[in-house]
């Protein structure tokens, strides 16, 4: 049923927690893991225009610390890997991600500073409504 998950990351401090749940299901599975991180650029759109190169860099190294931290773990337990970086609308790009690379499942963590407006956090609930395939949340919690 799923060949390949998609373990969309941020670093968060509970990103250790939602790769485990996409390694044990590879695992489980024989799937592979693509794991991408997504640096938004819509936080440029603040910037001054002299410090938007800086900050795209920070997030990006950001981005592939997180992506290498997954990828490890994922490689340590004998699961296939991809990564990527990419530049957007973290919700837009991880859906298109989805189409390009005949994802089955997405697996991705929650966040959320309302609970009662935010549930799950806004990128979530972006993808769990746009994507074309199934999406496992983890909350902090997990």
Do not use: C, K, Q, W
């Amino acid at each position: 049923m799923y060949e390949t998950i998609l373990l969309a990351t941020d670093g968060s401090e509970h990103a250790e927690a939602v790769a485990d749940h996409a390694i044990d299901i590879a695992s489980t599975r024989g799937a592979s893991v693509h794991v991408l991180s997504v640096v938004d650029d819509r936080a440029f759109l603040v910037l001054d225009d002299d410090r938007v190169e800086a900050v795209r860099e920070d997030l990006r190294e950001s981005a592939l610390e997180a992506v290498e931290t997954a990828a490890h773990a994922a490689t340590a337990a004998g699961v296939e890997t991809t990564t990527a970086v990419e530049t957007g609308n973290p919700a837009e790009t991880i859906v298109d991600y989805v189409a390009e690379h005949g994802v089955d499942l997405v697996v991705m963590g929650t966040s959320g500073d309302d609970y009662e407006r935010n549930v799950v956090g806004s990128v979530s609930r972006r993808v769990v409504e746009a994507a074309p395939v199934p999406v496992l949340t983890v909350g902090l919690d997990a």
